[in-house]
Structures are given as C-alpha cells and as structure tokens.
T-cell receptor, first 112, second 116 residues
C-alpha cells in the first residue's frame, strides 16, 4: 500500500534555506505534492510535481524528485518567520479517482 | 469565490454518542474527501465522494460513514463515539476537469471533535 514518511521537526534560522525531505513507497504515484498547514487552519497546496519531472521551481520554492529512490524534497530559500508551519508531503495516482495519501508532516520552526 | 466551509468548527461529545459533520465544497467542485487528523496518526484518509457516490474508502470501522448530496455538499457521521475519535476532521474539495483529476485539494478549516 501507499506509505509516505517525513521527519517530524526542522529548525532553521531566518534567512537560511530549509530543506524538508520525504520518502514514499508507491512507485505508481503520479502526482507528488507539498501542502502547508498553519496553526488552526486547514492545509493549503504549495506546489506539486508530476512523476515525469525531476525538478520544479516556483519563486522561493524548489521541489526535487528522485523517482528511482522515491525521494521528494522541498527547499525554501531565504526562510522567513511566516514560513513556520507544518509541511506535508503527499502522493496520488491521479486518474479518475481522487485519493491522496499524506505523510506525517514536518514542523518547521524558523528562529528570528 | 467562497472556500470550503465546514460546520461546526468545534464540538464536544461523550462516549457512545453520535456526531454529524457538514462540508460545503467550493462552488463547481464535485469531489469531496474527508480526512481525520490526530497528533499521533497524522492525516488519515476516510473517504471520497463524487456525484453522490463513494469512490474511495480508507481503513476506518463502519462507525464512520458519509454521504454526498446532489448539490455536492457532504456530511460524515460517526456513531458510538470512542475517546480515540477525538480529532480534527478535515474536508477537502477538488475540481474534476474533463474526467481527470487536477490534483489539488482545497481544504476547509476543519471540525475539531472532542470526545469525553
């Protein structure tokens, strides 16, 4: 079955880069996502990448996908205190059925 | 455009009771998914509905059920509540375009259930 794993906690200094890592087990995953959850709120999609891509960049965010190792990472450049949140990696097979499997979430703490 | 609306936001129940949670998706979104979020288990998929039909179901006991109405609004019900059902229940809607999944889930703020 599908399984997505992440480290639980990451602490960085403001202005540094943050790298959040994720591994998944299902080789048939088609879409891989990064969601952000701020305190007291639902999840918000940050970015996603198709499995046939290696990298995707969107302003301060860079997503790297190593499909062979089933490893996904999210790099946040120039991390700000407003980036403090829980970041979830997720995967789905796409197609006609919408079932998204989420990782446990990584809590990012940005130290001023 | 209004986002996903979940009601109630907070509720307290006692063991053995039952609860119904409501979700109104973004206008035009026909797929509605439900997730349970707890500190220990993270986000667990409950079920997904599309056009009033349940298409996917997670590994939860039969006490957890749901339905979707013709206007795409969805409800989930938990019967015979247990202490372990205390959680944040998140609803998410998504746009199915031309029969294909676009991939993005739009989440509500959740209904926080406390079972005493």
């Amino acid at each position: 079955g599908e399984d997505v794993e992440q480290s639980l906690f990451l602490s960085v200094r403001e202005g540094d880069s943050s790298v959040i890592n994720c591994t998944y087990t299902d080789s048939s995953s088609t879409y891989l996502y990064w969601y952000k959850q701020e305190p007291g709120a639902g999840l918000q999609l940050l970015t996603y990448i198709f499995s046939n891509m290696d990298m995707k960049q969107d302003q301060r965010l860079t997503v790297l996908l190593n499909k062979k190792d089933k490893h996904l990472s999210l790099r946040i450049a120039d991390t700000q205190t407003g980036d403090s949140a829980i970041y979830f990696c997720a995967e789905s097979k796409g197609g006609g059925y919408q079932k998204v499997t989420f990782g446990t979430g990584t809590k990012l703490q940005v130290i001023p | 455009k209004a986002g996903v609306t979940q009601t109630p936001r907070y509720l307290i129940k006692t063991r053995g009771q039952q609860v119904t949670l409501s979700c109104s998706p973004i206008s035009g979104h026909r797929s509605v998914s439900w997730y349970q979020q707890t500190p220990g288990q993270g986000l667990q998929f409950l079920f997904e509905y599309f056009s009033e039909t349940q298409r996917n179901k997670g590994n939860f006991p039969g006490r957890f059920s749901g339905r979707q109405f013709s206007n795409s609004r969805s409800e989930m019900n938990v019967s015979t509540l247990e202490l372990g059902d205390s959680a944040l229940y998140l609803c998410a809607s998504s746009l199915i375009a031309g029969g294909r999944v676009t991939g993005e889930l739009f989440f509500g703020e959740g209904s926080r259930l406390t079972v005493l």
